[in-house]
């Protein structure tokens, strides 16, 4: 196990370092924001003293290696914008995100791991084909339309939940479906083809030769040798909706990261962009060998495997 958990360790190092040495390069190929922090009266000098004070008249090898620097005392530097620490930024606007990010995640798991169990167990029933449609529809609706249907029908027509912004578990209903349905036709898709091939192995007719029922069978059996590619999934998506939580943010007002995000990108405020996408990578770093601990957990014939590899 110590084997198994140092490679990973590696492994996870060695990603971080990628991750953040592409994030700081491409960031700073995007152009020079020192135009956007001047006004339009501004001489030329003036323009070069800003980027000396900012530091982005240094060679960009130099401010990379200021960056690494920076970044191993958790400091991420200060909104070019706001003159803020991108830190109070991200700790005021991460609440919101995970709230989000936890009803999608809430929609999707609730919803689609039973809509999955009972397409498997009654694929050939008239409840499986309304499923099989209602999965379809969900996932062929971008997140930026189901957000605005859910708007038209519940707020606008039927009035019965607020159109956008924050407060009460009201507010979050409709942002969570719009991130969450997506996922939810994910995980719909991914239980049922992960028990299905478990209800077709010999295990599974045996013990329906000897009477056991398939309530006990599931909760027994299958549902722990189907978990593997639910947990894939699940560590997967968890990094999707943080991702798709900008969209959403945007139409449904939402004061979370992703909104935070848009407005730093149109005013190439670098050092915001960074930080947040450096915690989506890191989060989704830290799901990746989280979901690797499980599988040994769940099937310890994958860290045996690992640790031989």
């Known amino acids: ?135 379809l529809a969900a996932q062929s609706m971008p997140t930026f339309w189901s957000g605005i249907l859910l708007i038209m029908i519940f707020a606008v027509n039927l009035g019965w939940l607020p159109p956008s912004s924050t407060g009460g578990v009201q507010h979050l209903i409709m942002p969570s479906f719009a991130l969450g349905l997506l996922s939810m036709a994910t995980f719909a898709r991914i239980t049922r083809t992960a028990l299905l091939d478990e209800l077709s192995k010999d295990y599974v007719r045996t013990a329906r030769s000897r009477g056991v029922p398939t309530g006990r069978l599931l909760l027994r059996h299958l549902a722990r040798n189907a978990s593997i590619p639910v947990i894939t999934v699940a560590s997967l998506e968890i990094s999707n909706l943080l991702a798709g939580a900008v969209i959403v943010e945007t139409v449904f007002a939402w004061p979370g990261l992703g909104q935070v995000t848009v407005q730093s990108i149109l005013a190439r405020d670098f050092l915001v962009v960074q930080g947040v996408v450096l915690l989506g990578a890191f989060v989704t770093i830290a799901l990746n060998l989280l979901a690797d601990i499980l599988y040994s957990a769940v099937d310890p014939r994958i860290r045996l495997d690992g640790a031989r590899g």
């Open 1 to 135: 196990m110590k084997r198994f958990l140092a490679r990973r360790l590696w492994q996870v190092i060695g990603t971080a370092f990628g991750v953040i040495t592409l994030i700081f390069f491409l960031q700073h190929l995007t152009g020079d924001p020192t135009y956007l922090l001047v006004p339009e009266t501004a001489t030329k000098a003036d323009i070069e003293a800003l980027r000396k004070t900012l530091g982005f008249d240094r060679p960009l090898i130099v401010q990379y290696f200021a960056f690494l620097k920076q970044l191993a005392s958790f400091d991420l530097g200060r909104s070019l914008v706001q003159n803020v620490p991108v830190s109070t930024i991200i700790a005021s606007r991460l609440p919101y995100t995970l709230q989000l990010a936890g009803g999608a995640l809430l929609v999707a798991c609730g919803i689609g791991i039973p809509v999955g169990i009972a397409l498997a167990l009654f694929r050939k029933s008239p409840i499986a084909s309304f499923l099989s449609s209602f999965v």
